[in-house]
T-cell receptor
């Protein structure tokens, strides 16, 4: 299995809703990432988990809350979002250790905040 | 702060023609990645360049890395419509031996190949 699976593919939510994005990989990768991508822009790193511990938080607002329940799963909990948070949210994973840090990206979850 | 500059940002070319996309970066690095993104889709890894002088080829695409010049190129040979996509270069600012996970992406080059 060489895939990163993200659900849902599309999500529409109001500013008062609570929702979650989910990501799963079975490649044995021990680093998992959340990126945010706005239209016609490069991906922006949000969070990195390494061996299930939060390694990087790129000063992301607390209305985004990541969780890594185990080495295969990564969640992003969403609460009280703003319309400007509408974007494509990409999950990625990579192998740990010395050498190339090639990211395998999921298909993304397209989020619309009304 | 690492800066990664791609040019051109927009490239419209005819089928059969050759062209090169450039990726300059501002700090020492020996790890550079090229990704492709189709409209509305995710990113797909194309090439990983891990040392000075590295050259990788896949089909009509060839990527190279010059760490001394802090420059990578993505050369397109005899373009076909299927190559239309956005191409990103990304730089890992750590030297070989570890990673801080923070890839810095260029702004991307939107390539359109016209018949």
């Amino acid at each position: 299995d060489t895939e990163v699976t993200q659900t849902p593919k599309h999500l529409v939510m109001g500013m008062t809703n609570k929702k979650s994005l989910k990501c799963e990989q079975h490649m044995g990768h021990r680093a998992m990432y959340w990126y945010k991508q706005k239209a016609k822009k490069p991906p922006e790193l949000m969070f990195v988990y390494s061996y299930e511990k939060l390694s990087i938080n790129e000063s992301v607002p607390s209305r985004f809350s990541p969780e890594c329940p185990n080495s295969s799963l990564l969640n992003l909990h969403l609460h009280a979002l703003q319309p400007e948070d509408s974007a494509l949210y990409l999950c990625a994973s990579s192998q740990e250790g010395v050498g190339a840090n090639v990211l395998t990206f999921g298909a993304g979850s397209r989020l619309t905040v009304l | 702060e690492l800066k990664v500059e791609q040019n051109p940002l927009f490239l419209s070319m005819q089928e059969g023609k050759n062209y090169t996309i450039y990726c300059n970066y501002s700090t020492t690095s020996d790890r550079l990645y090229w990704y492709r993104q189709d409209p509305g889709k995710s990113l797909e890894s194309l090439f990983v360049l891990l040392s000075n002088g590295a050259v990788k080829q896949e089909g009509r695409l060839m990527a190279s890395l010059d760490t001394k010049a802090r420059l990578s190129t993505l050369h397109i040979t005899a373009a076909v419509h299927d190559l239309s996509a956005t191409y990103f270069c990304a730089v890992d600012p750590t030297l070989s031996g570890g990673s801080n996970y923070k890839l810095t992406f260029g702004k991307g080059t939107l390539l359109t190949v016209n018949p």
